[in-house]
């Protein structure tokens, strides 16, 4: 074994250009990404692999952000699920929040916005370990 695992993320958005961005960023920054624009292939990823952090987008064709983060809390309690959303209310992120969700950040955001989260996330998962 190497000596700290690394993190795993599951990032789904439908914006393919999100994604783009985000996973080489993150893959840069030391953790294990892997990227997914369609909710259902994403769904079938996590019943088959924990990840210690999914980033979901809320507003997608198919299966919508909601559904698919009380899929994944259902399957993996711990897992930590940051939302982000170009179409943030106070309702969603209220639904969201009730629903478990570690953290809300409305597009467009910066990579260190996103950072910051992930590092408050990881310390919090590391604490339930």
């Not at 899929?71 to 170009?86: A, L, N, Q, Y």
């Not at 597009?107 to 339930?128: D, Q, R, T, Y």
């Amino acid at each position: 074994m190497g000596d700290e695992q690394k993190t795993k993320i599951l990032i789904l958005d439908d914006e393919p250009i999100v994604l783009k961005r985000l996973k080489p960023a993150l893959e840069k920054s030391g953790y294990d990404v892997e990227a997914f624009s369609r909710s259902l292939e994403a769904l079938n990823r996590i019943m088959e692999q924990n990840f210690d952090i999914v980033i979901t987008d809320l507003k997608m064709e198919g299966l919508d952000g909601m559904e698919f983060l009380t899929r994944v809390k259902d399957r993996s309690p711990v897992t930590e699920v940051i939302v982000i959303t170009g179409f943030a209310t106070m309702e969603t992120a209220k639904e969201s929040f009730k629903k478990g969700v570690f953290d809300f950040l409305a597009k467009p955001f910066k990579f260190g916005e996103i950072k910051e989260v992930l590092a408050k996330a990881e310390s919090k998962i590391k604490g339930k370990r």
